[in-house]
């Protein structure tokens, strides 16, 4: 059934189902009613385990004094869509502050996870940029991340712990009590989120809309002063704009007006929606899979320049525009590893030493081979003295 194809590519099956038994329950069959069944009861064992190991790991980091704050999963199915099973996730996503990032991964470590990011001789991620630890747990192998930002360094403000402020609002999860952002910074986080991943899956707009409903008396101007002097403004008009016009998200006649006539937000959603539900093939499969990432990464660049209002993060997306190909090129693959196994402090000769292997095969090697050919008799020359 492509209905159920779709929603559940997008993680929103339980929330379609649940919007099909209101409205018109005759209309699923009965055999398909009972696959539904099945998976909202699994999706609904998961996501009570992982509100457990949530409240566990919060609980913690506070014994420690290490200020944390959930971001999305059970939190936001408790507090937005007033139902664990109705939202669907399959990793817990925890927010920190940067000074706090080595005590805590410490703590996930000795809880029974084990870190999934490469780390350096410090114990930092290895990648430049990066802001987050991954982590698998042993028996269970779900999923938690602990980042000390939302969005990458450059990237519309850098939203961390500090950004949002102090303000936190108990929510009730699975009978206990546990710390959460209030509706202004929810809904900044869910918007900024969407933006960052190009709104690629339905249920980041679901997210949106239902923190929109949840909170009638949402303060507009507060998330006009959290945005704004972070540059995030456009990312969330464009959230807005989508969960208005895809989903029906009440919004007040001035925000309407506003997000409405922000012209950059506009385009953003339109190109949004022509990729939303896509279901024809790749034209583009039988090109080589390192061409395809970069005709991918360079449409994503295009777009987060758009999303971008302020100037240095125009010219910050910009110069990625520009260097994100060649720097692309010289990320090391797991055949430059093998080929050269370096110890832990040496990862860095990796890039220079991929650069000069792809010198080897895709230039000098081919010029030898054209001086060689080019050296080379040709039949018949030289004939007889």
């Known amino acids: ?114 870190v999934r990011t490469k780390l350096d001789a410090r114990g930092r991620p290895t990648e430049p940029g990066e802001y987050e630890y991954t982590f698998t747990h042993r028996a269970d192998r779900h999923s938690a991340e602990l980042c000390w930002r939302i969005t990458p360094e450059g990237f519309l403000g850098s939203l961390d712990l500090a950004s949002l402020g102090e303000r936190r609002q108990p929510v009730r999860l699975a009978g206990a009590w546990v710390a959460d952002l209030p509706p202004e910074e929810r809904l900044l986080t869910l918007c900024v989120h969407g933006s960052k991943h190009c709104w690629a899956s ?7 809309a239902e923190a929109v409903r949840a909170c009638p008396n949402l303060n507009w101007h507060r998330v006009r002063a959290l945005a704004k ?37 506009g385009r953003l959603a339109a190109w ?30 295009r777009y987060l320049l758009r999303l971008a209002e302020r100037a240095p993060d125009r010219l910050w997306n910009c110069v990625l525009l520009a260097l994100r190909p060649c720097a692309r090129l010289l990320v090391p693959t ?18 220079p030493l991929r650069a000069a292997r792809l010198a080897v095969r895709y230039g000098l090697s081919p010029a030898a081979k054209r001086l060689l050919a080019m050296r080379k008799p040709r039949p018949g020359a030289g004939g007889s003295q």
């Not at 339905?202 to 949106?208: A, E, F, K």
């Not at 972070?230 to 001035?254: M, Q």
């Not at 090109?287 to 994503?300: G, H």
């Open 1 to 114: 059934m492509e209905f159920v194809r779709l929603a559940r590519s997008h993680d929103v099956l339980n929330l379609a189902y649940r919007s099909l038994r209101a409205a018109c329950p005759e209309a699923v069959p009965p055999a398909i009613r009972e696959q539904l069944n099945r998976y909202a009861r699994r999706c609904g064992a998961r996501n009570r385990n992982l509100a457990g190991r949530l409240i566990g790991l919060l609980a913690l980091l506070d014994a420690h004094a290490i200020p944390a704050v959930p971001l999305k999963g059970p939190v936001l199915a408790a507090a937005v869509y007033g139902d664990l099973c109705l939202r669907e996730f399959l990793d817990l996503d925890i927010l920190i502050h940067e000074r706090d990032a080595l005590r805590a991964k410490s703590l996930f470590l000795a809880a029974g996870y084990e």
């Open 229 to 265: 002097p972070s540059g995030c403004w456009r990312a969330v008009a464009l959230g807005l704009l989508l969960a208005h016009d895809l989903l029906g998200a009440p919004l007040p006649d001035a925000i309407r007006s506003e997000v409405r006539h922000d012209a950059g937000a």
């Open 334 to 351: 797991e055949k430059d590893r093998r080929l050269l196994p370096l110890p832990g402090p040496f990862g860095f000769l990796y890039s």
């Open 272 to 301: 949004v929606r022509t990729w939303l539900f896509r279901v024809d093939g790749d034209p583009s499969a039988d090109q080589p899979a390192l061409w395809r990432s970069l005709k991918a990464d360079w449409a994503r660049r």
């Open 202 to 208: 339905l249920r980041w707009i679901c997210d949106v």
